[in-house]
């Protein structure tokens, strides 16, 4: 929230730049969905400053709401869907035992299947309730927490011998219904959290090297202020003539 906040001032200042330079750069390199969403590139939100808009984004609550969820030069609707889950993390742990862990991860898969088709996302495909631009809302990327969770516990544990199984069932089920590669993503990465041997143990060593821990405590602020240069930038070379003749 400390840089957040700022950068959000600094967002809704210079959405109109942004929204040029978006709408600039669709209308020069067409997204691959452009044709079935004509509208979605000149989309506006009535008015940023509004008590709403920004009472919802102070509050983190705007990821519920449709159309403040993705409104401005910032790709903080991820902010808002982590500030749901650690609302929901304390009633989640109930289920973190060996003994639910799958039941709760199978009912989150069912959560996410059964949300996805209430509320839409993306450019294209209208939810039976809602149309959400980005995954904001918590029940729709909520087995991938549960993956996340029961990785964790096999992380934590890795050194006892207790039963395990329950938890390497409940970080399966998740994976069964993501894109193939965030499934080889999480793969390797269990991998790399997992594995106790030397491979993983000196690479281990080396990500905790100091400019690893430095890129990792940068990695946040880039991610939340990419959005903004990289749109005004493009849009400076296309208008320059620099990226021309280049497909998409």
Not at 18 to 30: G, Q
Not at 196 to 216: E, H, I, Q
Request: glycine content about 6%.
């Amino acid at each position: 929230a400390p840089l957040y906040y700022p950068l959000l001032v600094l967002a809704l200042l210079l959405n109109p730049a942004f929204v040029a330079a978006r709408d600039h750069l669709m209308a020069v390199f067409p997204p691959v969905w452009a044709e079935q969403a004509p509208g979605f590139a000149g989309a506006r939100i009535p008015s940023l400053f509004s008590g709403g808009n920004i009472a919802a984004h102070l509050t983190f609550i705007y990821g519920l709401l449709p159309r403040f969820a993705a409104n401005d030069a910032l790709p903080d609707w991820s902010l808002s869907l982590e500030m749901q889950f650690y609302l929901a993390f304390p009633l989640l742990m109930a289920f973190c035992r060996p003994t639910r862990i799958v039941i709760f991860s199978a009912a989150s898969v069912a959560v996410s299947l059964a949300a996805a088709q209430l509320l839409g996302t993306g450019p294209v495909g209208d939810g039976m309730l809602a149309h959400f631009p980005q995954p904001s809302p918590l029940p729709l990327k909520v087995h991938v927490f549960a993956a996340g969770i029961a990785q964790g516990w096999l992380a934590a544990n890795r050194e006892e011998k207790v039963s395990r199984w329950h938890f390497w069932i409940a970080f399966a089920l998740p994976l069964l219904v993501l894109p193939k590669p965030v499934i080889l993503g999480a793969l390797v990465i269990s991998a790399l959290i997992l594995l106790d041997n030397w491979p993983a143990r000196n690479l281990a060593k080396l990500l905790g090297t100091a400019p690893f821990r430095m890129s990792g405590d940068l990695s946040y602020g880039v991610y939340l202020v990419h959005y903004l240069p990289s749109y005004l930038f493009l849009d400076l070379a296309v208008r320059h003539g620099y990226l021309a003749g280049l497909s998409s």
